[in-house]
């Protein structure tokens, strides 16, 4: 079994309240490290602007390049849910080694602090799945762009594209998220810059 997300991108605003309710229940000091981050595209020319907003958690691949390229084992995809999680214990630390950063195209694997910063990456709210819950990313939605959870029921429900403004799938890692894309339709049919 495969978990993952659906991202609505039709009804995210960027209000940032799931990067917000990331970092509080994870109880993660600001500064740079986000396990979740919120991205502005902006297309278009006056008086045809165009604004969408990507969602960039990790994407739990089903093949994850985080994972093959650690040296140290302190990145593990579970055999049984396919979440990929961080165990800070064995991390060689982004100085000494980072690979995991440079191999993951969607910026998953996050280092923050002075010297050699150790792993820290989003877990699909691990704990909360367990007890029946959804992500807090989830539950924090005001639009109920996002959901979570088994990639068969996302699919039953949602379809399965995976394509949106903003995001360059990566078709070896094969990323575990669904979209529902917003699309840009300027008048005349001119694509945008």
């Given at each position: 079994?495969?978990?993952?997300?659906?991202?609505?991108?039709?009804?995210?605003?960027?209000?940032?309240?799931?990067?917000?309710?990331?970092?509080?229940w994870?109880?993660?000091?600001?500064?740079?490290?986000?396990?979740?981050?919120?991205?502005?595209?902006?297309?278009?020319?006056?008086?045809?602007p165009?604004v969408?907003?990507?969602?960039?958690?990790?994407?739990?691949c089903?093949?994850?390049?985080?994972?093959?390229?650690?040296?140290?084992?302190?990145?593990?995809?579970?055999?049984?849910?396919?979440?990929?999680?961080?165990n800070?214990?064995?991390?060689?630390?982004?100085?000494?080694c980072?690979?995991c950063?440079?191999?993951?195209?969607?910026?998953?694997?996050?280092?923050?602090?002075?010297?050699?910063?150790?792993?820290?990456?989003?877990?699909?709210?691990?704990?909360?799945?367990?007890?029946?819950?959804?992500?807090?990313?989830v539950?924090?939605?005001?639009?109920r762009?996002?959901?979570?959870?088994?990639?068969?029921?996302?699919?039953?429900?949602y379809g399965?594209?995976k394509?949106?403004?903003?995001?360059?799938?990566?078709?070896?890692?094969?990323?575990?998220?669904?979209?529902?894309?917003?699309?840009?339709?300027?008048?005349?049919?001119?694509?945008?810059?």
């Amino acid at each position: 079994m495969q978990y993952g997300f659906f991202f609505d991108q039709t009804r995210c605003t960027g209000c940032f309240t799931c990067a917000v309710a990331c970092k509080d229940w994870h109880d993660l000091p600001a500064g740079s490290a986000n396990w979740l981050r919120v991205q502005c595209i902006e297309k278009g020319d006056f008086p045809h602007p165009f604004v969408a907003y990507l969602f960039s958690p990790c994407y739990h691949c089903e093949k994850p390049a985080c994972v093959e390229t650690c040296p140290a084992d302190a990145l593990v995809k579970n055999p049984e849910n396919g979440i990929v999680t961080a165990n800070p214990e064995e991390c060689l630390g982004a100085d000494s080694c980072g690979s995991c950063k440079e191999a993951c195209p969607y910026g998953a694997p996050q280092f923050e602090g002075n010297g050699d910063a150790i792993i820290q990456k989003c877990d699909l709210c691990l704990e909360r799945l367990q007890e029946g819950q959804k992500p807090i990313c989830v539950e924090a939605c005001p639009l109920r762009a996002l959901d979570a959870g088994p990639m068969e029921e996302l699919r039953e429900k949602y379809g399965d594209k995976k394509e949106a403004e903003g995001f360059k799938l990566s078709i070896g890692l094969n990323p575990s998220i669904i979209f529902k894309p917003k699309r840009f339709s300027p008048p005349g049919g001119k694509e945008p810059r």
